[in-house]
């Protein structure tokens, strides 16, 4: 059974780090067929993909956000981690991360399944 | 980047009713296109890729169409658990973008 799950703080103040892991299962990220991307929903708002990291490593970011963000993985410790800098209460919303789906396509990042649970971040002082 | 245009932003139906939501992407991206159901709360469930290929488990009730720039989801027989917002996500190029959603609600 192939699984993600996110963790982080719940409250992060405004120009604070945020920092999310992402632990998956049932996968390895060494299995190119396998990418993992970020997201975001702010509430009752729309979704928003942040960051994709493939599993040769390479990575490719949200052009509006790239000088904030970072994404990087331990393939041995199941986790891809999300860094986003200089937090503001715009950037409250749900974080998700999900596996990129080989259908069709095995470049593993063009559809996401599964997707994990989510996590909330709230952004205030 | 490639916009994502959806309509209707929502729609009311019944059970057993037929919906149909569409999808317009600002250029062309053949049939990279992917369409998730997402309840309140919850993570957003993958049902359709490559514009019209259904997601093992999916229920036949859901179908994709479209190639190019206008792409359709239509929703057959409507069941109780379908009530929920839908979104499309093109799939042609980074950044990977979505449309704003659609919400389904019961009449």
């Known amino acids: 059974q192939v699984t993600l799950k996110e963790s982080g703080p719940v409250l992060v103040k405004p120009t604070e780090t945020l920092t999310l892991t992402c632990v998956v299962s049932g996968f390895s990220l060494a299995n190119p067929k396998f990418g993992v991307s970020w997201f975001r929903q702010p509430p009752g708002k729309a979704l928003e993909w942040l960051a994709h990291i493939f599993s040769t490593d390479e990575k490719s970011y949200s052009a509006s956000l790239k000088t904030r963000l970072s994404i990087s993985k331990d393939t041995s410790k199941r986790q891809v981690v999300l860094s986003m800098t200089n937090m503001d209460p715009v950037d409250t919303g749900t974080y998700f991360c999900?596996?990129?789906?080989?259908?069709?396509?095995?470049?593993?990042?063009?559809?996401?399944?599964?997707w994990g649970q989510g996590t909330l971040v709230t952004v205030s002082s | 980047d490639i916009q994502m245009t959806q309509s209707p932003s929502s729609v009311s139906a019944s059970v057993g009713d037929t919906v149909t939501i569409t999808c317009r992407a600002s250029?062309?991206?053949?049939?990279?296109l992917a369409w998730y159901q997402q309840k309140p709360g919850r993570a957003p469930n993958f049902l359709i890729y490559a514009a019209s290929s259904l997601r093992s488990g999916v229920p036949s009730r859901f179908s994709g169409s479209g190639s190019g720039t206008d792409f359709t989801l239509t929703i057959t027989n409507l069941q109780p658990e379908d009530f929920a917002t839908y979104y499309c996500q093109q799939a042609h190029s980074f950044p990977i973008t979505f449309g704003q959603g659609t919400r389904l609600e019961i009449k």
């Open positions: 250029q062309v991206i053949d049939n990279w």
């Open positions: 999900a596996r990129g789906a080989p259908y069709h396509d095995t470049a593993g990042w063009r559809w996401f399944d599964p």
